[in-house]
């Protein structure tokens, strides 16, 4: 919609991906969270939004290499709070201009 409203060509998912990598932002997750934040990224880039803003998204291959989605919401992220917040900041930062 911004690309309609202000005459800028919308960014494809792969654009945002690449801009959210270069922000420095998620350079406070360390270890397996940074790994599990870059897997999501990879996941949005090839499927969109709906594909990571659920924890149960975290059922299926590469995820399960870290454990079940309660052992990386806990585990790694330190609760479902705390994951959720990780998303949302994601989503955000995903489509801040």
């Known amino acids: 919609m911004l690309h309609i409203a202000y005459g800028k060509k919308p960014l494809a998912r792969s654009e945002r991906v690449k801009k959210i990598r ?14 599990i934040i ?3 990224l990879t996941k949005y880039s090839d499927e969109g939004i709906t594909a990571i803003d ?17 052992e990386i919401v806990e585990g790694i992220f330190g609760g479902r709070e705390q994951y959720l917040e990780m ?10 201009e």
């Open 22 to 35: 270069e922000d420095d932002y998620f350079a406070k997750y360390e270890g397996k969270a940074r790994e």
């Open 54 to 70: 659920d924890i149960g998204d975290l059922i299926v291959s590469p995820f399960t290499d870290y454990g079940t989605p309660i």
């Open 38 to 40: 870059d897997l999501l």
């Open 87 to 96: 998303i949302r900041s994601i989503e955000s930062r995903l489509y801040q």
